[in-house]
């Protein structure tokens, strides 16, 4: 399947740990990159790669990946991360393909 | 600082045909590729297709092969986006992304979203 898999909506409580996963076959092969948005902007690129973080992304976001699943981890999340999540990757064509989000609501 | 500025929001009626522009600025326009990605309104976001602004090369996706016409000017730094036969399915917000490319520990490619432009709204309706 080209697909990937997101949970709809997660919630964390303010200061807590939460685990945002994506699932896909071609996460077996392709890297996941993961964006936030907040209402009414664009996506922010916070993941990517293995786990890399963009200059201004706060130590708390972190990923990692498992056979076909990636995830995206806040380690003590704020209440400025309350955004949708997107993860991106790869399909077996090699076109891009992006997960249906993952609202994150914090507590 | 490097960035991404679409033009205007759109009105269209179904049948006719809109064209977003995507300037960017702060870096060499042609050493990335720009892609163009929408998002109708609640959903998620939707990969329509890129070109490689240094060559021209550019490719489709299958839902929008046909529809879809990108393009670029690299005297001008801008890339474009046509979409034609509008219907109301294609009211969305419309962004430009580049893509920076990066490599792992054990010399693998990848590449990642890294600069997206602002959107741009386009509204099917009759």
């Known amino acids: 399947s080209s697909e990937l898999t997101q949970d709809p909506a997660v919630s964390v409580a303010l200061g807590q740990t939460v685990r945002i996963t994506c699932q896909g076959d071609?996460?077996?092969?392709?890297?996941a990159s993961w964006y936030q948005q907040k209402p009414g902007q664009a996506p922010v690129l916070v993941i990517y790669?293995?786990?890399n973080r963009p200059s201004g992304i706060p130590d708390r976001f972190s990923g990692s990946s498992s056979g076909n699943t990636a995830s995206l981890t806040i380690t003590g999340a704020q209440a400025e991360d309350e955004a949708d999540y997107y993860c991106?990757?790869?399909?077996?064509?090699?076109?891009?393909?992006f997960g249906g989000g993952t609202k994150l609501t914090v507590l | 600082q490097v960035q991404l500025v679409q033009s205007g929001a759109e009105v269209k009626k179904p049948g006719a045909s809109v064209k977003v522009s995507c300037k960017a600025s702060?870096?060499?326009?042609?050493?990335?590729?720009m892609h163009w990605v929408r998002q109708a309104p609640g959903q998620r976001l939707e990969w329509m297709g890129w070109?490689?602004?240094?060559?021209?090369?550019?490719k489709y996706s299958q839902k929008f092969q046909g529809r879809v016409t990108i393009t670029r000017d690299t005297s001008a730094s801008t890339a474009y986006m046509e979409l034609s036969s509008l219907r109301s399915e294609d009211t969305a917000v419309y962004y430009c992304?580049?893509?920076?490319?990066?490599?792992?520990?054990?010399?693998?490619?990848?590449?990642?979203?890294?600069?997206w432009g602002q959107g741009t709204m386009v509204t099917v309706s009759s």
């Open positions: 790669g293995k786990n």
């Open positions: 702060g870096y060499t326009f042609t050493s990335y590729a």
């Open positions: 991106n990757s790869r399909d077996s064509s090699g076109n891009q393909v």
């Open positions: 070109i490689n602004a240094g060559n021209g090369n550019t």
């Open positions: 992304a580049r893509t920076n490319n990066y490599y792992d520990s054990s010399g693998y490619l990848y590449d990642a979203f890294d600069i």
């Open positions: 071609s996460l077996r092969s392709y890297y």
